[in-house]
C-alpha cells in the first residue's frame, strides 16, 4: 500500500484494491508514517465533472463516477465557478 500511495495511486484506489474503507487505508498510511496527499481532482476530471454537472447528474452521482468522496467534487466545482443549483433546482430522483 505505502508504495503505490507513494506512487501516486489514490486512496480509493488502493482501498478497493485491497477491499478496505478509504478511512482504514489512510489510517494504516498514517501509522506507516507516510504524509497523506490533500485529496483533489486532476484538469481532467474537473473538467468531466463539470460536464456531467451541467448535464444535471448530481454532485454524489459524479463523485461515484469519478470515485472520490462529494465534498472533492464539490470543492472543486466551486474552484472553477461552477454556479451550482439550489435545493429547488436539483433534478429529481430517477
Known sequence: MVSAYESGAPLISIAREHRL????????LK????????????????????RRYREGLTIREIAIEVGV?????????KKAGVKLRSQSQRPRSK
Do not use: T
Open 21 to 28: 474503507g478509504k478511512e482504514k487505508v489512510r489510517d494504516l
Open 31 to 50: 501509522d506507516a508514517g507516510v504524509r497523506i496527499r490533500r485529496q483533489g481532482l486532476d484538469d481532467e476530471q474537473v473538467a468531466h465533472a463539470v
Open 69 to 77: 468522496g462529494h465534498s472533492i467534487v464539490w470543492r472543486d466545482l
